[in-house]
C-alpha cells in the first residue's frame, strides 16, 4: 500500500494599480510591451522601487492563514537567463519572507476537517511572456514586475481530493480578501504540484515530481491521479529508480498523460544573494493595525450563516465556497426574504438554469431581482409555480421582476371581493354537494377549492380561497 | 581653463562661445581620447559625462562593445539635476568597460592617454573624465567611484575627484557595476568646484531606494578656517612608493602649519579590503550585467537558437576583464561557496566599517594615499592581480560608504601628479570639504 505526498505551490498575482518595482499599470490585454518602463525593461541604471501596497496584501494574507507575519523582510535576487526575465534576475525573497509558518483547514463532505501547514508566502515579480509564432519568438514584457505572493504549503496532503479542497480553499480566501483576480485561466492563480509516493507507514520522502502550471482544479485532480498511478505503477514494475527522477512533467489534458518537460538537466543554480538595490521590507504598527483587519473568510462566514440563518452545514459550505456566491446571498437577504427559500432559488432554481459559460456574476439575474423574485413569492403575489415561469424568463432577457410578472399575467388574486364571488358561484352551482360536505364529506373541501382555483383561471391566491370556502361553507 | 565657478556667471552668448571653443579644441586633440563623441544638451555650462551616466536621446555605453547601438531613452537623475542646475552634459568621456579597471585601457573606445605623460595611463575608471579636466578639455566632468574610480584617475592626472557619501547622489541613471559601493561624483579643477558640483548633484531621490533622505548643501559654507583633528596611517602608507610617501609628508607639513591637530591611527591590513571589495563587487556586478543579453537592447550576435544567442552575444559583446569579473562572481554566489565567500566578505565588510567609525570617535578627518604609486605606463601592470592591488587605499572608503576626496599635492621626479585623499565620516561632505580647502591652499599646486 503506498502513500501519496502532495505540497502545492501556488503563485497569486496580486491586484495592486501598478507593479512591484515600477509605476507601470498591472492591467490586462494591453498592446504588447506598452505597459513597460526603464525598469521594467531592466534598461542601463534603472533602479527598483518598492511598491508598498503589497505589503498590505501580504498582511492580510498572512493574517487570513494564521501565520507569523515579518515586520522586516528582505529581497534576494534569482539569476536565470530565459527571454522574459528582462533583468536575468527575478527578485524574490529567499532568506526572509514577508510570511511565515500559516495553516489552512480543509473541510471534507463526511463533516471532518484537516489542517494543511503552509511554510511561507513570499514576495516576487512576475516574469513576461514568450510568445512562438513558427520559427519566430517573441517577448512581451508586460507582465513583467508584476506583483506575485508565492504561497508554498507543506507536503501535508494525502490525495488529490485533499490537494484540490486545498486550493479551492486557498482560492476562496484569497477572494474573500480581494487581493488577486485569482483567475486560472488567465494566469492570475497558479498551480505547481509535488507528489511523490512512498510505503504507508515510512517516514521519508521520496522522489519528487513537479507538475507545473494547469489551469483548472479538475484538470490538478486529474494530473495529480494520473502521475500517482505512474509512479506506483513503476514502483510495482521494479523500475521506480529509473524512471521516476526530479524532473518537472506538464500535464497534457488531450492525452491524459504527464510527461517530461525537458531532457535531463543539471541542477539550476540560481545564484542567490541579497538584493543591493533595495532596502528591507519594514511593515510598520499603523500598517500592521490596518490591514490585519481582514474581512470575514468563507469558514467564519460559514459558521454565522448557520448559527444566524439555521442552515444545514452542507447549504452553508456550497454558498460560502465562493465569495461571488456568498456575497449573492446576503444581497439577496437583504430584500427581507427567508433563508431557507433564498439558499433553494439560488442553489436550486438559478444556478439550474445557468448554462455554459453563465454564472451568477455575469447573468441577467442580479441577487436584488432574485431576491425580489422569492419576496413575491412570499408576499402572496405569484405562486411558486408562476415564479418559475418568472425565472425562465428573466434569465433569458434582462427584464424586470415585476414587469414579467404582469407581462405573464401571472399575479394571484388576493382581492377578497372578487373571490369571494367566485366562490359563492361555486356553492350555488354544487348545492348537492354542499350538503354533502355538510354531512360531514370533509374530503370534498379539495372540490370546492379546485373548482374555485379553475373559475379564476389559477390566477387566485390558494390561501385567501381557502380562507373563504372556509368561511362560507361553516 | 575657466573654472566652474566662473563659468555659472557666464551668459549664454558666452557659454555659446565657451563650448564652440572647446569643441575645436577636443577635436584638436584626438590622440588624447577623452571623449568618446562631443554632443550637447541645453545652454548652461557643459560638463564632461562619463559614458555610464544616462543622457537621454545619446548613445551611452558603458565603454562596451555590447551595448554599440544602444540610445539612452531617459536621463539620469544626476542629469535631470544638472540640466535644472544650469549645466549642459557636454561630451561622454572614455572609460574602463562598465567601470571595471583602473587604467581606462579595457574600453571599447581604446586607451586615453594621460596628459602629463603620453606613455602613462590616466587611471581609471574615470580615465576620460580625469584626462579631458586635467587638458583643459573640461571645465569639470562627472565620473563614478566603485572602488577609486573618481579619487584614482583624479590623483594620476592633477586634478580633484570626490565620492560622495553612499546614498548621497541618486545612482539612478548610472549604468550599474556595483550597487552597494557605486557613487557618482564631481571630478573638478579645485575643491571649491567639486563643492558646487556635488551640491548640484546631490540630494534624495524616489526612484533610488538607497538614497539618503537628506538635502544640506556645502558650498555656500565652505570655511577652510575651521581646524581640525586629522588621522595618519604610518603603518598603511608602508606599502607605497617614495613619490607617495614625500607626498605625504608634504601634506602633512601642510596640515599642521595650517593648525590642524594630527594623530597617527592604524586601521585594518589593507589585503582583507581586497578580498572583501572584490567579492562583493564582482557577486553585484555579475547580476547587474546580467541584463546585457542581446535580447532587448545592444548588440545580438550572430545565432541559430536562443542559447546561442545568450553565448554568443555575451562571449562577443564583453571584454576580457569584464568576463574575468562575470565569472569570479558567479564563483563566490554558487552553491556551496556562498558562505564562505560573499557571506564571509560582507562580515569583513561590517568590520571595515567599525574600524573606520572607531577611528571617527576620535578625528574629522583621515589622510590618505589615492593609490600606492604615480600614473603606471600602459601595458606595466602584468597581470590582473597586480592592478588589483594598486586599489587598496581606495576601496575601503567604498566598502565602508564614506565621502572621500582625492587632491592633487605635488609632482613626482618624473613630473607626474601625485594625489592624496581625505576621508570624513558618512554624511559629513562638509568637514571633508573644508579640510580639503585648507589643504588645497596650504599646498598651492600648480599643474
Ligand atoms: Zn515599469
Request: aromatic share 8%.
Amino acid at each position: 500500500m503506498f502513500e501519496v505526498v502532495i505540497g502545492l505551490e501556488v503563485h497569486v498575482q496580486l491586484n495592486t494599480k501598478t507593479k512591484l518595482f515600477c509605476s507601470c499599470p498591472t492591467s490586462f490585454n494591453h498592446k504588447q510591451n506598452t505597459n513597460t518602463c526603464p525598469t521594467c525593461l531592466a534598461l542601463p541604471g534603472a533602479l527598483p522601487v518598492f511598491n508598498k501596497e503589497v505589503l498590505h496584501k501580504a498582511i492580510m494574507f498572512g493574517t487570513a492563514i494564521d501565520a507569523t507575519v515579518n515586520k522586516t523582510s528582505y529581497f534576494d535576487r534569482k539569476s536565470y537567463f530565459y527571454p522574459d526575465s528582462p533583468s536575468a534576475y527575478q527578485i524574490t525573497q529567499l532568506y526572509t519572507p514577508v510570511v511565515e509558518h500559516g495553516k489552512l483547514r480543509i473541510d471534507f463532505e463526511n463533516g471532518s476537517h484537516k489542517i494543511i501547514r503552509i511554510n511561507r508566502a513570499h514576495i516576487e515579480a512576475d516574469a513576461g511572456k514568450n510568445i512562438h509564432e513558427g520559427d519566430i519568438s517573441k517577448v512581451d514584457l508586460n507582465r513583467a514586475g508584476t506583483p506575485l505572493l508565492e504561497i508554498v504549503s507543506e507536503p501535508d496532503m494525502r490525495s488529490a481530493e485533499e490537494a484540490v479542497l486545498y486550493l479551492k480553499k486557498l482560492h476562496a480566501i484569497v477572494r474573500y480578501l480581494d487581493i488577486s483576480d485569482a483567475n486560472m485561466q488567465e494566469g492570475s492563480f497558479r498551480v505547481d504540484v509535488n507528489v511523490s509516493i512512498r510505503p504507508k507507514g515510512d517516514e521519508k520522502l521520496y522522489t519528487r515530481v513537479e507538475i507545473k502550471n494547469i489551469n483548472s482544479f479538475r484538470f490538478i485532480q486529474k494530473a495529480i491521479e494520473l502521475e500517482v498511478a505512474r509512479q506506483v505503477e513503476a514502483w510495482e514494475d521494479g523500475t521506480y529508480k529509473d524512471e521516476i527522477v526530479q524532473e518537472t512533467r506538464l500535464f497534457d489534458q488531450t492525452k491524459q498523460e504527464t510527461r517530461s518537460m525537458r531532457g535531463k538537466e543539471e541542477a539550476a543554480d540560481y545564484r542567490y544573494f541579497p538584493e543591493p538595490d533595495l532596502l528591507k521590507a519594514v511593515i510598520s504598527d499603523e500598517m500592521m493595525a490596518l490591514y490585519s483587519k481582514i474581512p470575514e473568510l468563507p469558514d467564519e462566514k460559514m459558521e454565522r450563516f448557520i448559527k444566524e440563518y439555521g442552515m444545514s452545514e452542507y447549504n452553508a459550505s456550497v454558498i460560502t465556497s465562493s465569495v461571488e456566491m456568498a456575497k449573492y446571498f446576503e444581497d439577496m437577504m437583504d430584500e427581507g426574504i427567508s433563508a431557507k427559500n433564498a439558499t433553494t432559488w439560488l442553489t436550486v432554481e438559478l444556478q439550474g438554469r445557468l448554462k455554459g459559460d453563465m454564472n451568477i456574476t455575469n447573468t441577467h439575474v442580479d441577487a436584488k431581482k432574485l431576491g425580489l423574485l422569492v419576496k413575491r413569492i412570499e408576499d402572496g403575489t405569484i405562486s411558486g409555480k408562476a415564479a418559475k415561469e418568472v425565472l425562465d424568463k428573466l434569465v433569458e432577457e434582462n427584464l424586470d421582476v415585476d414587469g414579467v410578472i404582469d407581462a405573464l399575467g401571472l399575479k394571484q388574486v388576493s382581492d377578497t371581493g372578487a373571490l369571494e364571488a367566485i366562490c359563492d358561484e361555486i356553492i350555488n352551482a354544487n348545492q348537492e354537494k354542499v350538503a354533502e360536505y355538510r354531512g360531514g364529506k370533509d374530503k370534498l373541501f379539495g372540490f370546492f377549492v379546485g373548482q374555485a382555483m379553475k373559475a379564476s383561471k389559477g390566477s387566485a391566491n390558494p390561501q385567501t380561497i381557502n380562507e373563504i370556502l372556509k368561511a362560507k361553507l361553516g | 581653463m575657466i573654472t566652474l565657478k566662473e563659468a555659472l556667471k557666464l551668459s549664454s552668448k558666452e557659454l555659446e562661445d565657451l563650448k564652440a571653443n572647446l569643441a575645436s579644441e577636443i577635436a584638436k586633440h584626438p590622440e588624447l581620447n577623452a571623449y568618446i563623441d562631443v554632443n550637447n544638451v541645453g545652454s548652461g555650462v557643459p560638463i564632461a559625462v562619463k559614458d555610464n551616466i544616462q543622457v537621454k536621446d545619446w548613445s551611452i555605453t558603458s565603454g562596451s562593445k555590447i551595448l554599440q547601438g544602444y540610445i539612452a531613452p531617459y536621463n539620469a537623475t544626476v542629469i535631470e539635476k544638472m540640466l535644472k542646475a544650469g549645466l549642459s552634459p557636454f561630451g561622454r568621456t572614455n572609460m574602463d568597460e562598465f567601470a571595471m579597471g583602473s587604467t581606462t585601457e579595457s574600453s571599447c573606445y581604446g586607451k586615453t592617454l594621460n596628459p602629463h605623460n603620453a606613455d602613462c595611463v590616466p587611471g581609471g575608471s574615470s580615465g576620460g573624465s580625469a584626462a579631458a579636466v586635467a587638458a583643459g578639455l573640461a571645465i569639470a566632468a562627472l565620473g563614478s567611484d566603485t572602488g577609486g574610480s573618481i579619487r584614482q584617475p583624479a590623483s594620476f592626472c592633477g586634478i580633484v575627484g570626490m565620492k560622495p557619501t553612499y546614498g548621497r547622489v541618486s545612482r539612478y541613471g548610472l549604468g550599474a557595476y556595483a550597487s552597494s559601493l557605486d557613487q557618482i561624483g564631481p571630478m573638478t579643477q579645485n575643491v571649491e568646484d567639486a563643492a558646487i558640483l556635488y551640491d548640484i548633484i546631490s540630494g534624495h531621490d524616489e526612484k533610488d531606494s538607497t538614497s539618503a533622505d537628506m538635502n544640506d548643501k556645502v558650498s555656500d559654507k565652505l570655511n577652510p578656517a575651521r581646524k581640525l583633528r586629522i588621522a595618519t596611517l604610518p603603518k598603511y602608507i608602508e606599502h607605497a612608493s617614495q613619490d607617495v610617501k614625500d607626498a605625504y609628508s608634504k601634506a602633512i607639513e601642510a596640515l599642521k602649519n595650517a593648525g590642524h591637530t594630527i594623530v597617527e591611527k592604524e586601521l585594518l591590513d589593507a589585503k582583507y579590503d581586497i578580498s572583501a571589495y572584490y567579492i562583493t563587487a564582482t557577486a553585484e556586478a555579475t547580476t547587474n550585467l546580467a541584463r546585457y543579453d542581446g535580447i532587448r537592447y545592444g548588440r545580438r550576435a550572430e545565432c541559430k537558437d536562443l542559447k546561442e544567442l545568450f553565448i554568443n552575444s555575451r562571449s562577443e559583446g564583453f571584454g576580457e576583464e569584464v568576463k574575468r569579473r562575470i565569472l569570479l562572481g558567479n564563483f563566490v554566489l554558487s552553491s556551496g561557496y556562498y558562505d564562505a565567500y560573499y557571506v564571509k566578505a560582507q562580515k569583513v565588510r561590517h568590520i571595515i566599517k567599525d574600524e573606520y567609525a572607531k577611528v571617527f570617535e576620535d578625528v574629522d578627518l583621515i589622510l590618505s594615499p589615492v593609490a600606492p604609486t604615480t600614473a603606471n605606463r600602459f601595458g606595466s601592470l602584468s597581470n590582473p592581480i597586480e592592478m588589483y592591488l594598486s586599489d587598496i587605499y581606495t576601496i575601503s572608503v567604498n566598502l565602508a560608504g564614506l565621502p572621500a576626496l582625492s587632491l592633487p599635492i605635488c609632482k613626482s621626479a618624473k613630473g607626474m601628479p601625485v594625489g592624496l585623499q581625505l576621508i570624513a565620516k558618512a554624511y559629513d561632505e562638509q568637514t571633508l570639504f573644508d579640510g580639503a580647502l585648507s589643504l588645497e591652499k596650504e599646498i598651492n599646486y600648480k599643474g
